[in-house]
């Protein structure tokens, strides 16, 4: 059993950067995939980014270049550094775990409750 939450949302102006917490509970975090979600109102969720357990990376093309996700294993933490934000990236973000990984949000087993990021311009 693996608890998320996210910290870290808050308004921002357009421009600004970001920095979201997901704080984990267990003690195989680091066994596990890691990936960002967002969901915007009126919306489907989508994929930001995930990292491995190895610590391999994929972006979603609409934050590549601006977004970063790392982890901490010591801290049972993943990260999501959000620079150069746009009115676009409004949504609630969550956290999610899953042993296998990947873009695809359904193949992921344990999520946080979200996080809301909110962008003006």
């Known amino acids: 059993q693996v608890q998320l939450v996210e910290s870290g949302g808050a308004l921002v102006q357009a421009g600004g950067s970001l920095r979201l917490s997901c704080a984990a509970s267990?003690?195989?975090?680091?066994?596990?995939?890691m990936a960002w979600f967002r969901q915007a109102p009126g919306k489907e969720r989508e994929f930001v980014a995930t990292i491995s357990w190895s610590n391999t990376t994929y972006y979603a093309d609409s934050v590549k270049g601006r977004f970063t996700i790392s982890r901490d294993n010591a801290k049972n933490t993943v990260y999501l550094q959000m620079n150069s934000l746009k009115p676009d990236d409004t949504a609630v973000y969550y956290c999610a775990a899953d042993i296998s990984g990947g873009r695809n949000g359904d193949l992921y087993r344990y999520w946080g409750q979200g996080t809301q990021v909110t962008v003006s311009s």
């Open positions: 267990g003690r195989t975090f680091s066994r596990y995939a």
